[in-house]
Each structure stands twice: as structure tokens, then as C-alpha cells.
């Protein structure tokens, strides 16, 4: 093999072991096929050890150095790394430009940021490129006041820069900080949103994310990249966000973008933790590249949710694709076994994790298998285990122990677990509670009394369990015994007939750990009101037969809760049947009017509604002041009078929505009604000489103005449901709904009762999400419900 000087560069960045010919300049020709810029760091190091050792082979270059240093860095590779910085001193390179900045990134990624500091302080010419280096350094090394010092001294700042300030800020969860600079930033690329998406993520600030990606959307005129749709996939998952998951999956399959590794995985946890298992294998399958991660997403979910069997056959096909599980893989098999009360295969897979695969078990792997043993009963077992562990156990493992304990009434054994947790946690109050519980139902109740006594004196409250459950995008929390919501007759009302049917089913409830002092029946009571049952039987009245209700848990109450729908428009024609029909469905509207005084005469009093000022022609920001932070939908009912200012189309029906989403993406809103008309599109339906098109575009274009409107809808990213009625009727229903989509309907009418009906409903239904649907009545169509028409048209 003969080359020449200028070769040899070309060479260690080659691809494939291929020669590329040509020299290689700063920054440019052939970088997207190096070696090193592909990360085959290994391979580039063996070949310039090669060229070191080949007497034919001519001097490395600084270009060769370059990507030789970079080797050394991105593959760790410290003592390579020692050796080629005496090589570039020995040869002369030390103070060329672009040798000099590789090696400062090389020592800050090594972890010797006072080396990368000194070769900074040295450096008699210095490029943007050099500041930059600096300043992602020392945020690398964790130092991001270092990095802000440097960042502020920098006359150039770079994107690049801008980005790894605000990763260090939200790597050290300083995310104020970080969205303070992403603020200032005059120009942003898809990088620097990412870095803000990606830290609101990491830092827990799962709303924060999604908001953020929203207004990325909007404003940006940057698209998402891979990168930006993991993170906001993980904030859905955490959320269970699974109407912007699903709106991501379709934009990813629109797109045509590519479904790698990290993204297939984001998305098929995503669907996992939303408990959408058929679109979680959909992902799975549709993946041409897994790794064990991809099979512990797919494993865990199913054991989440109950799929033990289907679980455990993809563990094992798992291991018939060569695939070595991980901790999470049997953290996944661990919790199938516990859902299944599989104790033997539970304890042998434990028993597996070191002996057979090698692994460390995990505090969480132990706790897992004191939950299974607990479960069945085998309390000895569970707390040998306890006393076992090579690490100290937690207040979950304990507390695994201590349901054990309740569930079997193993009282000594309950009395040394709390103290184990006490110790732990001083301040644990479900402890206090168990054993004020226990005592009390042996009749023990000086005990009782004593032990919430000493519960009080260590100021230990007891948060009130609260439950809350997502109905059509809005939250609804519920506490013990709960009767402040809108509903609470018909949620009481459902409560019963579930008990009795239980009761005929032959369930007996457990009243013993029932405190208080009355009889049996008010026990059972209690017992029935708890947070999650009145979640549950609300879901139950909310939802159609076969939806599935999704309920979550929570020791706090949510103080953010979200409950109200804020109307726009709401004493126009349709916007009042609106607010009337949210009411009678159980629902607290924040009514969006321009005359307080005329709302309230036009509404009779109800607790449940409340009027705010709102002119959506004055603006997002005075409307986003209006929605607020308590409202989790809008519909948006409004319509321009007829008069001779032709301008007023615009300003209500376009820009008066334009503002309200814009609004919407300031409060965190995430479902947008709208009420349009059937004919917005009658140019592209071939329908210009359609009388009904050419009267309603005789005051100032007004479909047209409505079309714009749909549009930047559409692109926003937020949840909406279009509705386009025909002609509006104030009469009562004289026939039943046809749904089409849309661009279809040219004629037709129908009640407004009947628009407000679809639109209240539409947000208790996912089949109404990113639709745009055309409606009339007609007498001889055939009735069906909204649920089932909607699902008749296909997303966009």
C-alpha cells in the first residue's frame, strides 16, 4: 500500500477501510465519513498507531492529530491519550489552532478540567471555537458557575455555547437559571430547544416540557428532530400524555422519519406506561434494531398491567435472541411474578439475577420479592430476606413487609417493621396510622389513643389520600369521603349499586381497621367512600361501555389540578347551549364574555360557573390571563356580528383564534374545540358557485378568514377537535347527526343543541382527537352515538 502525505490524513478519518483521496480541511471535506466523526474510535486509533509504526508512512498532520484526539476522547482511551499529546508536543503541533482546542476537550472529558484550563490559559490565539470548548467543559465537569464566568466574558457567543449553558444549568437542576438564558436567546436552532425540552424532562418539570415543546411548534420555524421528540415522549410517559404521544407517532409516520433505536424505545415506553399495549408491540415490532431496553420496556409493561404470561414469553424469546437481560429486565419478570402471585418462579428468577446472569441485585429487585412473599403471606420468609439484603433496606421494602403484615393481621411482626421504618423515616405517618389502626381493631384502643398521641407530639400530619382520574383531558381529584364535586349524587348513586352488586357476588368487606367508634355499617361506608372508589365510579358515569379508565393514586392533592373548560364566546347562540349542556354534564365552566353584567342575566346562578372578561380580538396575553391556570380545554363558540366593517371576520373568526391557541399555549391547555362551518374549503371542493359559499364570503371573506384560522390549528401541536356544522338552527333536533369528513358536506342544517353536543362531548372522547369533521342532521340518517361517529373518521 503506497500513500501519500496527504492520504494518510484522509485514511485515519477513511470509512469502511476505505482510502479516501484528498486532504482534509478544518471543519469540512470528508467529515461526514471519518472514522472518528462516525465514532469508530478504535479504528482510528489502530490505524494511527499503524501509520506510527510503518516507516514508509509520512508525519501525522494536525488534521490527523484532530481526529486522533478525538479518538482519545470519545472512547475514554486516557494513556492513548497521554501519548498523543507527547507526540503533537514532540512534533510541534501543540500550538496549531485546532490541535490545541481538541486537546482541551480531551482533558475535560477525561475528567482533568484543571489540564484543560492550563492548555486554555496558554493558548496565545484563540477562536470561538476554543470559547465554546471552554465553556461545555467546565459545565461537563459539573462547574457551570466556572462556565457562566467564561460565558459572560465571551464577545462571540455561539449557539453552541448558549446550549451547553443551559445543559449545565439542568444537569445541576438548576432550571430557572437555564430558561432565564433561554429566554435571552435572540436565535435558537433545534439544538438549543432541545437542551430546554430535554432538562424541563430530567428535572421532573414534565408539564414544563410539554409546554415548551408546544411553543417550539408555534414560533420556532425549526421542526423536531429525533432528539426533541424522545424527551417530550418521556414527559408523556410520565404524564400519561397519551394524546400528544399518539399525535407524535402519527407526525413520526408522516414524516417519514426514521425510527431508530432511541426513538422506537421512547415511544414504546411512552404506550407502555399510557397502558396502551397493542400500540406498545405495534412500536416493538415495527423496530428493526432492539436492545435489551427495548425488551425491558415491552416486559415491564405487560407485567404492569397485568400481562404476566405475555411477559414471561418475551423474556424468553428475548433470550433466544442472544440478548443478556439487564437489572430492569427483572425488575419487569419480578413484578409479572408478583402480579400473578407466582411465588416459586418469582423467588427462582431472583435467585437467577446474580447466579446465572451475573448481575448485582438492586435494593429494587429486593423489594420486589419482599412484596411477592408478602403477598402470599410469607411473612418470615420476606423478613429474613429483609435481614439478608447486602444493602440497607428502604422504607418501600419495609413497607412491602408492613402490607403484609396488615393483610394477615401479623401484629408483632407489624409493630418491629414500623420501628425499622420510623427509624428511616421519623416522619413516616403511615406507620403511626397502621399501628393506631391495629391496636384499635384488638380493642387495644388506650394504645390507639397513645400512639396518635405521640403522632401529634413528633408534628407528624398525615396527608389526606387523594385520587384523581383524567375524563375527556380534564382532571378530576377526589379525596375520602369526598362530596364537593358537581356529580357527587350520581358518583354516591353508582357507589351503592357497585356494593351490592359485590355483595351478591359474595365480597365482604374488611371493616376491622375501621377506627372509629360506629357501628358496622357506617363502617362499610367509609370504607366504600374511599379517594379511589369515588374515582372510579365517576369514571364509570363519564365513560361509555368499554372505555378504559385510567385512575392514579396520590398521597397529596394536586394543587394544580385542572377542572374547568373555558368557553369563548360563551352567550352567543351556540356558546350559551354550550356552557349549559358543560353544566348539566357535571362540568365547572370559566365562561370567556365581553359583558359580565349581560352574561349573568343570560345564565340563572349556578356555583359551577364563573364569568371572566374576554375579548379574543384584544390579544393572547389578556386572554391567557382570562383561561388561567385552572382551566384544561377550551371550545371556542365565537362569531362576528354581520355589519359593513368588513374586517371583523378577520379579527374575531381568525385572529380572535389565533389568539386563543396562542393563549392556550401559554396556561398549558392542551384541547382545543373549535366551532367552524362546512363549506371553509369550498375552493378547493370546486364549490366558488355555491350560493351558500358566496353569502357567507360576502362580509369580509369570512370562510376564508375561518380556513387561516384551521390552519394555524393544525400546525400548532395542540389537541383539537374542528367541528364544521352546516346551517345553524335554533330550533330543537328534528333528525339525527351525519358525520362526515372533512371537505364533504356542501349543504345541509342542523340545531346548535346539536353542535353543543358534539362539542361537549368530543372531550370525553379520544376518537375526537386531531379531527376535523363535517355535521348535519337529517331525519331519515340513522341515530348513532358521537363516540361511534367519530370513530368512523380517520385522524390527521
Same mark, same amino acid.
Given at each position: 500500500?503506497?500513500?501519500?502525505? /496527504? ?25 461526514? $465519513?471519518?472514522?472518528?466523526?462516525n465514532n469508530d474510535w478504535t479504528r482510528t486509533l489502530s490505524l494511527f498507531n499503524y501509520q506510527l509504526t510503518t516507516p514508509t508512512a509520512p508525519t501525522p498532520d494536525e488534521y490527523t492529530f484532530t481526529s486522533v484526539i478525538k479518538a482519545c476522547a470519545g472512547n475514554g482511551c486516557v494513556l492513548d491519550g497521554f501519548k498523543v499529546h507527547g507526540v503533537v508536543a514532540k512534533l510541534g503541533h501543540e500550538e496549531n489552532l ?30 470561538? !471555537? ?48 437555564? +430558561? ?33 415543546? +408546544? ?20 414527559a408523556c410517559a410520565h404524564l400519561g400524555a397519551l394524546d400528544l404521544g399518539k399525535w407524535i407517532d402519527r407526525y413520526i409516520r408522516r414524516s417519514g422519519m426514521e425510527l431508530n433505536l432511541f426513538l422506537g424505545n421512547a415511544l414504546a415506553d411512552m404506550f407502555a406506561k399510557c397502558g396502551c399495549l397493542k400500540d406498545a408491540r405495534r412500536v416493538f415490532n415495527e423496530m428493526h434494531d432492539r436492545d435489551v431496553i427495548t ?62 446472569? /451475573?448481575?448485582?441485585?438492586? !435494593? ?97 400530619? =398525615? ?69 379511589? =372508589? ?23 392533592? =394536586? ?19 354550550? &356552557? ?31 364569568? !371572566? ?28 356580528? +354581520? ?7 378577520? $379579527? ?5 383564534? &389565533? ?112 379531527? !376535523? ?24
Open positions: 500500500m503506497v500513500v501519500d502525505g /496527504g492520504g494518510w490524513g484522509s485514511v485515519v478519518v477513511g470509512v469502511d477501510g476505505v482510502l479516501v483521496g484528498g486532504g482534509v480541511s478544518h471543519g469540512e471535506g470528508g467529515g461526514d $465519513k471519518a472514522f472518528a466523526q485546532f490541535v490545541k482546542n481538541s486537546l482541551i476537550d480531551m482533558y475535560f472529558k477525561f475528567g482533568f478540567k484543571n489540564v484543560g484550563e492550563k492548555l486554555f490559559d496558554e493558548m496565545s490565539v484563540r477562536d470561538v !471555537v476554543s470559547w465554546n470548548t471552554l465553556v461545555s467543559g467546565f459545565c461537563l465537569s459539573g462547574d457551570v458557575e466556572k462556565a457562566r464566568c467564561v460565558f459572560d466574558q465571551m464577545v462571540e457567543k455561539s449557539l453552541v455555547t448558549w446550549s451547553a449553558m443551559i445543559t449545565g444549568y439542568t444537569r445541576k437542576g438548576e432550571v430557572s437559571a437555564a +430558561r432565564e438564558l433561554f429566554d435571552r436567546m435572540s436565535e435558537r436552532n433545534v439544538v438549543c430547544w432541545n437542551a430546554m425540552i430535554a432538562g424541563y424532562a430530567q428535572n421532573e418539570k414534565y408539564s414544563d416540557a410539554i409546554d415548551l415543546f +408546544r411553543q417550539m411548534l408555534r414560533v420556532s420555524g425549526c421542526g423536531p428532530n429525533d432528539v426533541t421528540f424522545v424527551n417530550v415522549l418521556s425488551w425491558s420496556i415491552l416486559i415491564s409493561g405487560l407485567a404492569m398491567h397485568g400481562h404476566a404470561g405475555e411477559a414471561f414469553g418475551y423474556f424468553y424469546e428475548m433470550l433466544k435472541c442472544g440478548i443478556k437481560p439487564n437489572d430492569i429486565t427483572f425488575m419487569g419478570v419480578l413484578s409479572a411474578c408478583t402480579h400473578a402471585g407466582l411465588v416459586d418462579e418469582g423467588l427462582k428468577y431472583f435467585n437467577q439475577i446474580d447466579k446465572v446472569y /451475573g448481575i448485582s441485585s438492586t !435494593v429494587e429487585h429486593y423489594g420486589c420479592v419482599v412484596d411477592l412473599l408478602s403477598r402470599a403471606g410469607r411473612l418470615k420468609e420476606a423478613e429474613d430476606l429483609i435481614n439478608s439484603m447486602p444493602m440497607k433496606p428502604n422504607v418501600i421494602v419495609w413497607g412491602a413487609l408492613l402490607g403484609g403484615c396488615r393483610t394477615y393481621k401479623d401484629i408483632e411482626r407489624g409493630e418491629r417493621v414500623v420501628q425499622h421504618i420510623l427509624e428511616l423515616d421519623s416522619g413516616h405517618s403511615g406507620s403511626y396510622v397502621y399501628l393506631s389502626n391495629v391496636y384499635a381493631s384488638m380493642g387495644r384502643l388506650e394504645d390507639a389513643a397513645s400512639c396518635r398521641l405521640k403522632m401529634r407530639e413528633n408534628g407528624v400530619m =398525615k396527608t389526606p389520600g387523594g385520587s384523581w382520574i383524567e375524563i375527556g383531558h380534564i382532571v378530576h381529584e377526589f379525596f375520602m369521603g369526598d362530596r364537593s364535586h358537581p356529580q357527587t349524587d350520581k358518583i354516591y348513586s353508582m357507589i351503592s349499586e357497585l356494593g351490592s352488586r359485590m355483595k351478591l357476588a359474595g365480597y365482604k368487606p374488611n371493616t376491622d381497621l375501621v377506627v372509629h367508634s360506629v357501628d358496622e355499617e357506617e363502617k362499610e361506608d367509609v370504607l366504600f367512600t374511599h379517594s379511589e =372508589k369515588l374515582a372510579i365510579a365517576f369514571g364509570l358515569i363519564s365513560t361509555r361501555e368499554g372505555t378504559t379508565i385510567r385512575m392514579e393514586a396520590s398521597e397529596e392533592v =394536586k394543587s394544580n389540578t385542572k377542572k374547568k373548560i373555558f368557553v369563548a364566546g360563551a352567550t352567543g347562540a351556540t356558546g350559551k347551549r354550550v &356552557v349549559e349542556q358543560l353544566l348539566a354534564k357535571g362540568f365547572a365552566v370559566k365562561a370567556g364574555v365581553r359583558d359580565i353584567g349581560k352574561a349573568k342575566n343570560t345564565f340563572s346562578d349556578n356555583p359551577s360557573l364563573q364569568f !371572566v372578561k374576554a375579548d379574543v380580538t384584544e390579544g393572547s396575553t389578556k386572554l391567557a390571563e382570562a383561561i388561567g391556570n385552572d382551566s384544561e380545554a377550551v371550545i371556542c363558540a365565537t362569531g362576528f356580528r +354581520r355589519s359593513m366593517d368588513l374586517t371583523q371576520p378577520w $379579527k374575531v373568526d381568525n385572529l380572535g383564534t &389565533v389568539n386563543l391557541v396562542d393563549a392556550c399555549q401559554k396556561t398549558g391547555v392542551n384541547k382545543f374545540i373549535l366551532v367552524s362551518s362546512i363549506l371553509v374549503n369550498g375552493a378547493a371542493m370546486g364549490q366558488l358557485l355555491n350560493p351558500a359559499y358566496i353569502f357567507l364570503n360576502v362580509f369580509g371573506l369570512t370562510l376564508i378568514a375561518k380556513l387561516q384560522a384551521e390552519k394555524y390549528i393544525r400546525k400548532s401541536g395542540i389537541n383539537y377537535t374542528i367541528i364544521r356544522p352546516g346551517g345553524l338552527k335554533n330550533d330543537p333536533p328534528s333528525g339525527n347527526i351525519i358525520m362526515e369528513p372533512e371537505d364533504t358536506l356542501s349543504g345541509g342544517a342542523i340545531s346548535r343543541d346539536q353542535v353543543a353536543e358534539v362539542a361537549v362531548e368530543a372531550l370525553d372522547l379520544t376518537e375526537s382527537s386531531y379531527k !376535523v369533521v363535517e355535521i348535519v342532521a337529517r331525519a331519515e340518517a340513522t341515530k348513532r352515538s358521537i363516540k361511534d361517529l367519530f370513530g368512523s373518521i380517520k385522524q390527521h
